[in-house]
């Protein structure tokens, strides 16, 4: 998809691929968003990261990401508002 950017993936959506993922990492959002390309995946994940819902690396590498404290309340409130 041509013009996209990372608020085009919602973040809700975003996390729950993170949660679900064996090995969470900034492939995975490419992998569940194949129409998006692989660097607004990555701008995604370092927005996750900056928001401190995700802990990990941001370089690109393949380190595995963790779900903070921030990022699991957040989940649990979105859900409790039906989002």
């Known amino acids: 998809?041509?013009?996209?950017?990372?608020?085009?993936?919602?973040?809700?959506?975003?996390?729950?691929?993170?949660?679900?993922?064996?090995y969470p990492r900034w492939t995975s959002l490419v992998e569940a968003f194949p129409n998006m390309p692989a660097k607004v995946c990555l701008a995604k994940y370092r927005k996750l990261m900056t928001a401190q819902l995700i802990d990990g690396c941001d370089c690109g590498?393949?380190?595995?990401?963790?779900?903070?404290?921030?990022?699991?309340?957040?989940?649990?409130?979105?859900?409790?508002?039906?989002l």
Not at 2 to 22: H, S
Request: net charge positive; charged share 25%.
């Open 61 to 82: 590498c393949s380190t595995v990401a963790e779900i903070t404290q921030k990022g699991r309340e957040w989940i649990a409130s979105s859900l409790m508002a039906g």
């Open 1 to 22: 998809m041509k013009g996209c950017q990372a608020k085009d993936i919602e973040t809700l959506a975003a996390l729950k691929v993170l949660v679900a993922a064996k």
